[in-house]
């Protein structure tokens, strides 16, 4: 190889709850209800009725359904076979990858559309990990113990990176079907942002590049809203409306991320991160720090 390469430095978290595949009779429904945390729902059998807002979507085999975190929605199998499906919650402290998934309130892959990638497959892959981790039908879970305690560590790492290609398929999927839609197609369609409101993406770019400018120092939102002419509610309003959280989550999330980033490549103590990140003390951010994570920054932080 006669060229250098260079990747990006890159700590970023994924969070993955309610992994998990099951099986629903004729009949069965699941009332309106709401996540804090995206969805991706795959159809591997029969079909279900998916009221979304005041949309109603058939998702059939082979389909799959892209639901943005705080959207209610609720399920029913009206038809007369067996439902089985995968499901998986999920969330991601990048924000370019944040921003398209929020783009919309839902997204729907149809069954020829899936079938150009390798989702069935990494499903597939996924399904292995939770059969070969399940205890012996015949065995009693402990007491308060996870049902995924029998995960090895090898299987943990396969499932996040399962995970992750199924949101690259599912986005690049999705990207797809925009690139084949005329723009008048695009307005329409179920929760697309209308031409109209690119100025709103605009000033919801401007809000993120203040605030990312301002994650050393203890920044405000209103001062944000304030540069920007704007109220506090219109600048959290539009901030939402494109990137799906509030401008403080937001800033929670930048501020993990570059916390991560000096605790991993740097040797500088503790006192000096947090007054780098803005914080009024060490104690504080390592205060900060644990109910982010569950750990404190010298847990966390590498023994060399």
């Known amino acids: 190889m006669d060229i250098a390469f260079r990747f990006p430095n890159m700590i970023q978290t994924l969070q993955v709850t309610g992994c998990h595949f099951d099986s629903q009779p004729p009949g069965w429904s699941y009332p309106r209800h709401h996540h804090h ?29 892209l639901i943005k975190s705080g959207v209610p929605h609720q399920t ?5 076979r067996q439902y ?8 991601l402290d990048d924000a370019e990858i944040r921003s398209s998934l929020s783009a919309a309130p839902y997204r729907h892959i149809r069954q020829h559309e899936s079938e150009r990638s390798k989702l069935a497959a990494y499903v597939q ?10 205890p012996a039908a015949h065995s009693v879970l402990p007491e308060n113990q996870p049902s995924d305690y029998n995960l090895t560590f090898e299987d943990r790492l396969l499932l996040q990176s399962y995970t992750l ?17 005329p723009p008048h197609a695009l ?11 690119l100025l709103a993406a605009d000033a919801a770019h401007a809000i993120e590049a203040k605030l990312s ?30 990137y799906g959280i509030s401008p403080r989550q937001y800033i929670s999330r930048q501020k993990l991320s570059l916390a991560k980033e000096l605790l991993v490549t740097t040797h500088l103590p503790m006192n000096a991160i947090a007054d780098k990140l803005g914080f009024r003390s060490a104690s504080h951010f390592s205060r900060q720090f644990r109910r982010w994570t569950g750990q404190s ?3 966390y932080r590498p023994r060399h």
């Not at 089985?84 to 969330?91: A, I, L, R, T």
């Not at 290609?165 to 797809?176: E, G, Y």
Request: glycine share 6%; net charge negative.
């Open 84 to 91: 089985g499906y995968f499901n998986v919650h999920f969330d």
């Open 125 to 134: 892959e996924l399904e292995g990990i939770v059969r070969r981790s399940q």
């Open 37 to 65: 945390l995206f969805e991706l729902l795959y159809c591997l059998e029969g079909e279900v009725l998916q009221e979304i807002h005041r949309d109603s979507i058939q998702l059939r085999e082979g389909e799959w359904l």
């Open 297 to 299: 920054p010298t847990e």
């Open 213 to 242: 400018s301002g994650l050393t120092e203890e920044i405000s939102v209103m001062a944000v809203s304030q540069e920007l002419n704007l109220s506090r509610s219109q600048c959290s309003k539009l901030f939402r409306q494109v």
């Open 76 to 80: 029913s199998n009206a038809s007369n």
């Open 165 to 181: 290609l199924i949101i690259h398929d599912v986005l690049s999927l999705l990207k797809r079907q925009d690139a084949l839609k």
């Open 187 to 197: 307005s329409a369609a179920a929760g697309i942002p209308k031409p109209s409101s």
